[in-house]
């Protein structure tokens, strides 16, 4: 059974049309839960972590917000520089440094 | 800085064949990681180091041997190359909550 799931696979949205990504997850307990975001042909780059329902974190046009069961990653008025695939991944207490990932969603935003 | 470092970039192998993944991080993390990604699917943990010395098996191990010498680097290690071991390998190290990744190396076995 799968720990993590994202949804949707893929996203297609104009520029500036705002949406939601979401992560459900399920633990015995969260350690954190990451988002991060990759590009075509790179590595993952990091964008949040969240420890605690309720918590809120912002960066420009994203801002993630973190539920006993889900995480979404909301992104308002979007550009074409935000196309790209955004990953979740969950560190569960007691499995030590491993995070688990979730398949991840593709965003494309058209101008 | 350089950050994490993995070479190659690309590779094509043949059955059978044996090659080094290198990966190398210039931020002194003591954690370090070996993923793999398939199309259209998360990361899957191969294997993982907590400091030099110290290696532990992830989700998918099988195939695969690692070695941490140093804090620096965290080679991977495919002794019978399989189809099924193509793939994209990233390496990543890690510092509290903040994890960051290599280019990857994008391994072909035909």
């Known amino acids: 059974e799968d720990q993590v799931t994202q949804s949707p696979e893929a996203l297609r949205l104009q520029e500036g049309e705002s949406s939601s990504l979401n992560c459900s997850y399920t633990v015995s307990g969260l350690r954190g839960l990451f988002w991060y975001r990759q590009d075509p042909g790179k590595g993952p780059e990091f964008l949040f972590t969240?420890?605690?329902a309720g918590e809120e974190k912002e960066k420009e046009r994203l801002k993630a917000t973190l539920t006993k069961k889900e995480s979404f990653l909301h992104i308002t008025a979007p550009k074409p520089e935000d196309s790209a695939t955004y990953l979740c991944?969950?560190?569960?207490?007691?499995?030590?440094?491993?995070?688990?990932f979730g398949g991840g969603t593709r965003l494309m935003v058209k101008p | 800085n350089a950050g994490v470092t993995q070479t190659p970039k690309f590779r094509i192998l043949k059955i059978g064949q044996s090659m080094t993944l290198q990966c190398t991080q210039d931020?002194?993390?003591?954690?370090m990681y070996w993923y793999r990604q398939d199309p259209g699917m998360g990361l899957k943990l191969i294997y993982y180091?907590?400091?030099?010395?110290?290696?532990d098996k992830g989700e998918v191990p099988n195939g695969y041997n690692v070695s941490r010498s140093t804090t620096e680097d965290f080679p991977l290690r495919l002794e019978l190359a399989a189809p099924s071991q193509t793939s994209v390998y990233f390496c990543?190290?890690?510092?509290?909550?903040?994890?960051?990744f290599g280019q990857g190396t994008r391994l072909t076995v035909v």
């Open positions: 990543a190290s890690r510092r509290d909550s903040l994890a960051f």
């Open positions: 969240l420890y605690s």
């Open positions: 180091s907590v400091g030099a010395g110290i290696t």
């Open positions: 991944a969950v560190q569960e207490l007691g499995a030590g440094n491993m995070l688990t």
């Open positions: 931020m002194n993390h003591n954690y």
